[in-house]
């Protein structure tokens, strides 16, 4: 861990969600803040040199977020084996890259337009999110985020 322990149980919580309901609903006014999502994109690759998945365990807000609003909600049950899977994982990192690739080249180029289609990726992914936490646990989504399958990917895991 970077920071003491505290900060991620206490401020890092609250900055998470923050971040989380800022990027979903201010994107939708400001599409620019969606470059916001290709700036965590990029510190999570730059956190997995120093360790796989450390961004995960330490920084990620969507799973900070998960772990905060379904503690209470979420069904707390185990999730199948399925997604959790080598092939399922891969396949959904796919998924979304091909999504955003497709996004992309149908975008004019302009920054906003760009911050839109990375915007509108994250909002399926807090959507997902918030289905399988409220099926399963919390941070299930976590078991298959693409983020973290291009981590392990990039490490060789």
């Keep these: 861990m970077l920071l003491p322990y505290s900060f991620y149980n206490s401020a890092w919580k609250f900055l998470s969600i923050a971040l989380v ?3 979903a609903v201010g994107g939708y006014f400001v ?9 965590l ?3 999570a690759l730059l956190t997995n040199a120093r360790s796989s998945r450390s961004f995960c365990a330490g920084f990620c807000p969507n799973g900070r977020s998960l772990s905060v609003v379904f503690e209470k909600t ?14 399922f994982r891969r396949m959904v990192c796919a998924l979304m890259m091909f999504c955003v690739i497709s996004l992309l080249s149908q975008s004019n180029g302009s920054l906003a337009a760009i ?15 918030t289905i399988a936490g409220l099926l399963w646990k919390p941070r299930a989504w976590c ?15």
């Design 143 to 157: 078991a298959f985020c693409p983020m973290g399958t291009l981590q392990d990917t990039i490490k060789g895991h």
């Design 21 to 23: 309901v800022g990027l």
């Design 74 to 87: 979420s069904k707390h049950k185990k999730l199948p084996s399925f997604p959790a899977s080598r092939e």
């Design 41 to 43: 994109i990029l510190f």
């Design 115 to 129: 911050g839109k289609v990375f915007w509108a990726i994250y909002l399926a992914s807090i959507g997902i999110s």
């Design 31 to 39: 599409p620019e803040l969606g470059l916001g999502v290709i700036a």
